[in-house]
């Protein structure tokens, strides 16, 4: 596939490509931008980057994000004594002097692509695309740490993702085909509902929404851990709960874990008629959490066993594939998986 760089294609940059949709910090582009060069920005490997990265992104992709990309590539091209292209040039000039690509604040959100890339192999997955590869637009905060907590896209989550897609015999032909996303707080349920239809999945409660040929209705609920009553719980009867990085504040842990064994206690619906795994007569829970704090991971793991519920620890039995092979802000190593559920 010719892209007007010099013969360097597409596919030879796709993790380049795939790092600067999910913006990834600038150094990890680079790194990838001199790989692909053979160790240095080449001339080839720049128009690759206008063509495929920056002429697609401009208008779109956070100003204040492409802005310090730009003068960190325009650095390290000029430190080898490398020619620019002119594109850079003008591209940086008109940020430089305009109120776009001011610095991130708390509250700022913008709209990231996550690549999944299958490896070779997982041709057999139910969830393996014939591309082999799977994007995600994702509605976020860029500042996990200020404020906007529940809009961020945290190492878990992906850890979910990733677990998911290798494993979909554990999540297809349940019970119940509705998935129920929840959050108590309301900024983030109506980012939820803008990711939904950005993923072209189907609201159950929005009217408006045109009907898929194979609709997957998800509905988002507004479900405070504090308030959150044992009738409104025990009638979501879900078969799977999935918790990302919610072990974090010692307050919540009590309601966390009473919400949690309201559901773990409760039935399942009524196992699929083609569904032959025969099920569980009750919900698991699988929980991934980074433990940032010994202490507080100890104490969730007391209240649990009060609870009457087992914990147990899946980090190196049930262990995800790498479909994010491009992302080096992403650790998995530093992530844990449990396992939750009745005794």
Known sequence: MADGGGGLSPSSGLHLVSAFLAMEPSDTLLSYARFCGGGSITESVQRFIWNHCVREAVGKCHASYLKNFLKKLIREIESNHDVVLDEFYKL????????????????????????????????????????RKLVVPLHCSLNMLEGDTGCSIWPSSLFLSEL???????????????????????????????????????????????????????????????????????????????????????????????????????????PLCNDRSGGREHPVAYIASVIRNVNTFNQFVGLVEKANLVIEDLTQSLQPSNFLPFMQSYDRSSIQLFLLSVK
Not at 99 to 116: M, Q, T
Not at 118 to 127: A, K, Y
Request: charged share 20%; with cysteine.
């Open 92 to 131: 940086l000039t008109d940020y430089l002097t305009s109120k776009e690509g001011n610095s991130i604040n708390g509250n700022a959100r913008a709209l990231k692509y996550i690549s999944f890339l299958f490896p070779e192999g997982c041709c057999h997955l139910q969830s393996c695309p014939m591309t």
């Open 164 to 270: 998911i897609l290798s494993y979909p015999q554990l999540f297809s032909k349940k019970s119940c085909f509705e998935v129920i996303l929840s959050d108590g707080d309301l900024s983030t349920l109506a980012n939820m509902k803008l990711n939904l239809k950005l993923n072209n999945l189907t609201l159950d409660n929005d009217q408006e929404s045109e009907p898929l040929e194979s609709p997957s209705p998800v509905k988002c609920m507004f479900l405070p851990w504090e308030s959150a009553s044992e009738t409104e719980l025990l009638a979501l009867k879900p078969d799977i709960i999935l918790g990302a990085d919610i072990i974090y504040d010692p307050s919540c842990l009590p309601d966390l874990v009473r919400v949690l064994s309201t559901l773990l206690h409760g039935e399942k619906l009524p």
